[in-house]
């Protein structure tokens, strides 16, 4: 949904010199960009929790 919404504001951004389908690609690929790093970040913190939470020391 972010990526589609990103990809239209790139639409029209460059809508004027003629390069929507790069400015879609571009700001698509920044969308999906920001999901992974956001995915991965939420990966790596609940797993260090859970290794905090079974050794028996206060969660991070």
């Known amino acids: 949904m972010i990526t589609f919404a990103l990809g239209g504001f ?34 790596y913190r609940i797993i260090r929790g859970w290794i905090a939470l079974t050794d028996g020391r206060p969660v991070p």
């Open 10 to 43: 790139g639409v029209s951004v460059l809508a004027d010199s003629g390069n929507i389908a790069i400015g879609s690609i571009l700001l698509a690929g920044l969308g999906l960009l920001i999901m992974t790093f956001t995915f991965i970040w939420h990966l």
